[in-house]
Structure formats: C-alpha cells, structure tokens
C-alpha cells in the first residue's frame, strides 16, 4: 500500500506540473490572471509534499518489515526459545526471543573480600594483565590462561569485597554463559620455609613441629602455615628459623622432651619436597 501511494503521489505531482506549465503561457498573455497560476504553483508545492510524506511511509513500511526477518548480530551459542512458532511478538514484548552468546572470549567474575585485597595488593597481585587460571568444577584445569582486566574502584558496602574481572580465550567453546569455576591466583614466594604437612599435627586449632635439638631430644614448636595448592605441604610463615631440624616422619606418639636418633633426609627427598610446592597458588 505505501508503494501504491507513491505512485499516486508521482501522479499527482505530474498533474500539478502540466497546470503550472499550461498556466505560464496564459498569464502571459493576460488571459488569465496570476492568482490562477500562483494557485497551480500552490497545488504542485502540496503533490510534492505529499511524494515526500508517501515516500517516508514507505521507508517506514521497509524498515518494520525488515525487523520480521531477525539475524544475530554474533556468532555464538542461542540460549532458550520461550515463544512457539506462530506467536505475535514485537519490540514491546518485555522476554527477549532469545539470547545470542558470543564464547570466543568468556569473563570470569568473582570477588574478594577486603583482608585478602590487601594481602594481594601488598604482594602486587590483582594488577592489569596479570596471569590467573581457572579450576573447572571437574578438579580439572583449564588449558588456557586468563588475565585480570578490571578490579572494581570501591569495596560493596553490601558484601565487604571487591569484584573483580578476568578473561579467558575460549578456542574450543569448553566454557559456556553462567559456568562456575574457581578462579586461582599464583603467587611466587621466594626463600620460603615448607615443611610436609604430615610432618605437623593440630592442636585447638594451632598447627606444631616438633624440632631436634642439639642433645638429641624433640621440642614442640607452634608454628603459622599457608597452605599450597598441592595440598601435601604448608608454607611456614612463623615459628621457624634457618637451622632448625624438623622431624619429617614417625611423629606420632612424640612427646617434648623425648631423645630421638634422628636420621637426616636425604637429597632426593628434599627435591621431592621441593617439587610438590615448586608454584604456590592462593585460590579464591
């Protein structure tokens, strides 16, 4: 209808020419007067309005019927289908037809709370660009390595934490819109103090050593440990010191003050040791 009106706007402003023009030569001649031809030139002002107008309800028309065909504007996974074949949507419809996700790149959202944003800034972690890694909830980690783009400029007065953005190449598609994963954060220690951790036992909550002295006997020693990510080894933050001699195995049954013969490790265990925390990673 809106190109039929079109062409009746053309006719129109074809008609109004041809008075125009059949005006000039008359008024001319004075066989009639101006106002006739100023009329024509009237009527010819309004059919060309009047193209106009048709023509920009035709632009409209197209415009409306183009939206009946819907593309995605990415390539990527669609999520659900909530109307069924025949139903009358448009753009007022308040549910969306569906969701397009483009899974190339995926963001890893998560948050800290404001101890352990300080422990991290003070170690300069959390920084842009910084390497994380994504443990999926397999136990199995994710073969790429993301970086932290943002950390929020303020602590949610709500939660106490910080939230925080990282992003993950996504090659294979293996992660999907609304996954859950722990995201791990490594951390370097250098010239740290590990000790297994079935060399330490608990007491209310404490973690303790027991430690050989110059005459042979144990003494119990509290200590204050961060654990790995191996989880078969803590690092001693406090309670020891280069030079002391922590007993490694058979410490059930141990009492302060007991004489022990003591055998000292040898090379291949401390290697083994070594290697269980060769990259220490704190996980949030």
Known sequence: ????????????????????????????????????????????????????????NYSNALTSYNYTKITAPVSGYIGSLPYKLGSLVSSSISEPLTTVSNIKQVYAYFSINEKTYLEFAKAGLLKSLDEVSLLLPDYTAFDQKGKIQTVSGQVDEETGSFNVRAIFNNPDNLLRTGNSATIQ???????????????????????????????????????????????????????????????????????????IKSVQVNESEIKALQQITEKVTTTN
């Open 1 to 56: 209808s809106t190109k039929a009106a079109i062409s009746s706007a053309k006719a129109d402003v074809s008609s109004a020419q041809v008075d125009v023009e059949k005006a000039k030569p008359l008024v001319e001649r004075e066989i009639i007067s101006k106002f006739e031809l100023t009329s024509a030139e009237n009527s010819l002002t309004a059919a060309n309005a009047a193209l106009e107008q048709a023509q920009a």
């Open 185 to 259: 954060i490594p951390r370097t220690i250098e010239d740290a103090f590990l000790v297994p951790q079935s060399a330490t036992y608990e007491i209310q909550g404490g973690v303790y050593v027991y430690l050989v002295n110059d005459q042979s006997q144990v003494q119990s020693q509290k200590i204050t440990v961060t654990a790995t990510n191996s989880g078969q080894a803590y690092i001693v933050t406090e309670g020891l010191k280069a030079g002391d001699q922590v007993v490694l195995e058979g410490i059930s049954g141990l009492t302060s003050g007991k004489e």
